[in-house]
């Protein structure tokens, strides 16, 4: 296949700005101060990225409507931080405070994050295999099924030299104390996460891009048609499933980073549903969109919207703005998207030069056709 | 008789449970019978009628509060369909069922507006939260009183389904649902009956849960709600007695599991039993074509 001349400028162009966004995020985390809310909302937004463009790759672009996303950030960030954390640690009595830890090493940041990956993958393959065969919303109950029994077994007491029982644990790499190898330079942490993230999806975009992406979308579009075609649904189905496990592991492990600790029970349906939501606002079946998605929705609900919060708005008397009001706005928000923008942001397009351009284009000569009229 | 002794009051509370979770996961699966939809914002209904009855308790007496609260949720339920389902009924299954999600994050964002995170202690009612001794366990009354409140409830449902016009019209709409409208069955209102009964059964539910569990929080309806789904599956989702069986076994199960010290795993057990079912037998136990799919 060659390129046309356009489509050559097109890849410069997109490279150009990715580059030029992530020179952006270093100049940025030189001169604004490292506690400025902007940070943790974008390394927040880099993680959910992550995981929902995981999701995506199932839902938007095989049409398996899985929710057990959470289960396997579980595993990927238990798994993280478990084999990371320092083995003094694990010995000692902070963090293991009722349980003897079982395991007696601890592996460098890179190796336990692969792990991570490797972990959720393991089980989402041993899941696939018997829940597969099922069709939409039962496909979509069991696999949340799933994520809720790892959830329990994760804070069972028989497993707590392993995964201390219930407690939290932590002492773990975090995205701080990331450095550049044999040097004691520490990375920015925003633009490490999004980097690590960016690497991620960028690998998932190759994927889709690839005759297997194609494979998916043919089963997504019609599954009788895809089968005659030669296409191996099973095959192909567990294949979507494990790597969107394994993308949906390694943002478990990155949210492990982000957020210092690792606990079970914060790792609830409730959390597959907001990737859900911020699949669906971006677009279903858009990478880039998931990826914006990720970043309004997170900043949407944890810092554009909190001024609804502050009870010294309220006029008059009236105690409308409390805690808890920004979640009400923001839901209504979501709602509205769902019912009347079903298609979300970007519908199934991806951001590139080329779909930016037609854009520009069909504003012009929208505004051309408008000033016609009016003429 | 020691055996018997204390097994008795895990399964005095299995059954009471089981009586509760019948009546939500008839709302799940009437629902599912006709639009084909897992209404994940029944359960948030369910938590929404016990909210509901904290307030209106706490400003009128007990004897108008039951009944306004058994119609705010009946409204609530009505207008969750009218507002979020309604719009999408040509849209495809996905869209609807992330409509779902979005209406319970709604529902459970506005609770937690509402209470501002706090538990909310829900109100003793009288004679049915009294203590009251069988066969040596202490237990309340409501716990006697669901099971046969429920059977009744179920019988009196499956006879509206069977013998009144609009029962007949939800087993056509259930059947084919282009047919019965070609038939000239107003699918909109039978759709809103459904509604209407499924949120009428989880407010009764409701004001039995929680005047055995004692309070609500806004995320109380989530796992009960999910686990009446299961057992919507697990009787063959469509069929109404199914539901009412498969809510009994998951109430006893899942007590039985906590009497054995395994709490942690008695959430897990429904959903591993919901896996099993769907690979074995996912019609149910009673999802053949013969039963009311309504």
Not at chain 1, 127 to 137: A, C, E, F, H, T
Not at chain 2, 52 to 77: D, E, F, K
Not at chain 2, 177 to 192: H, P, R
Request: hydrophobic share 55%; proline share 3%.
């Amino acid at each position: 296949m060659t390129k046309t001349k356009e489509e050559k400028r097109d890849a410069i162009i997109a490279a150009c700005c990715i580059g030029a966004f992530y020179v952006l995020i270093l100049i940025l985390e030189a001169v604004v101060p490292a506690t400025h809310i902007l940070f943790s909302i974008l390394k927040k937004s880099a993680v959910y990225s992550l995981a929902a463009v995981s999701m995506n790759l199932l839902n938007g672009f095989t049409g398996l409507f899985s929710l057990g996303q959470a289960g396997f950030m579980l595993l990927g960030a238990y798994t993280y931080a478990i084999l990371n954390m320092p083995t003094e640690l694990k010995l000692g009595t902070s963090v293991y405070k009722y349980y003897e830890c079982a395991i007696h090493f601890d592996m460098g940041f890179l190796p336990s994050l692969l792990l991570a990956g490797v972990i959720a993958a393991v089980f989402a393959a041993l899941i696939g295999i018997p829940v597969l065969r099922l069709k939409s919303d039962y496909l979509a109950i069991a696999t949340l099924g799933f994520a809720e029994i790892i959830r329990a077994v994760f804070q069972w007491e028989a497993l707590g030299p392993v995964t201390n029982g219930a407690n939290i644990l932590s002492g773990f790499t975090d995205l701080n104390h990331i450095y550049i190898p044999f040097t004691k330079i520490a990375i920015p942490p925003t633009f490490f996460v999004m980097l690590l993230s960016g690497i991620c999806i960028a690998i998932v975009l190759l994927l889709i891009n690839s005759s297997f992406g194609r494979a998916f979308k043919a089963i997504r579009d019609d599954e009788i048609a895809a089968e005659a075609m030669g296409i191996n649904l099973f095959k192909h189905k567990e294949m979507s499933f494990i790597i969107s496990s394994f993308f949906a592991g390694i943002s478990g492990a990155l949210l492990a980073m982000y957020q210092f600790t690792v606990k079970a029970a914060t790792f609830k349906t409730a959390m597959t549903y907001e990737i859900l939501l911020i699949v669906v606002i971006g677009g279903i079946g858009s990478i880039s969109g998931s990826c914006i998605g990720s970043f309004l929705f997170i900043a949407c609900n944890e810092w554009w919207l909190r001024f609804l919060d502050e009870s010294s708005n309220n006029i008059a008397g009236l105690n409308i703005f409390r805690s808890g009001f920004r979640k009400v706005v923001f839901s209504l928000i979501i709602m509205v998207i769902v019912l009347f923008f079903r298609k979300g942001l970007m519908g199934d397009k991806e951001l590139t030069a080329k779909n930016v351009r037609q854009f520009i284009a069909g504003k012009k000569s929208e505004k051309k056709a408008k000033g016609g009229e009016k003429a | 008789m020691s055996l018997f002794q204390t097994w008795l009051p895990y399964l005095l509370a299995g059954i009471s449970v089981g009586g509760q979770y019948a009546l939500i996961a008839i709302g799940y699966t009437m629902v599912y019978g006709i639009l084909r939809l897992i209404n994940f914002a029944h359960g948030d209904v369910f938590m929404a009628a016990g909210l509901i009855m904290v307030y209106l308790s706490t400003a009128l007496p007990l004897w108008i509060a039951i009944p306004l609260t058994l119609a705010l949720t009946v409204a609530l339920g009505f207008l969750i369909e009218r507002a979020a389902y309604k719009p999408l009924r040509s849209a495809p299954r996905m869209s609807v069922m992330i409509s779902a999600i979005g209406v319970s994050y709604l529902i459970q964002n506005c609770a937690l507006y509402f209470t501002g995170g706090l538990a909310k202690v829900y109100p003793p009612i009288p004679w049915i939260s009294d203590t009251v001794e069988v066969f040596g366990a202490i237990t309340k009354r409501v716990t006697l009183i669901t099971p046969i409140l429920s059977l009744f409830l179920v019988v009196a449902l499956v006879l509206f389904i069977k013998k009144t016009k609009v029962g007949i019209a939800m087993r056509a709409v259930a059947r084919d649902f282009e047919a019965s409208q070609l038939m000239g069955i107003k699918i909109n209102s039978v759709i809103s009956a459904t509604f209407v009964i499924g949120s009428l059964l989880a407010g009764v539910g409701s004001l039995l849960y929680f005047s055995n569990y004692a309070s609500v929080t806004p995320t109380s309806g989530g796992m009960p709600g999910l686990k009446c789904f299961v057992a919507a599956v697990f009787g063959g989702i469509g069929s109404i007695p199914g539901a009412v069986i498969g809510a009994f076994i998951i109430g006893i199960c899942e007590n039985v599991i906590k009497g054995l010290g395994w709490t942690t795993f008695s959430d897990a057990f429904t959903f591993a039993l919901l896996i099993v079912i769907l690979l074995v037998k996912p019609t149910g136990l009673f999802g053949e074509k013969s039963t009311d799919k309504v």
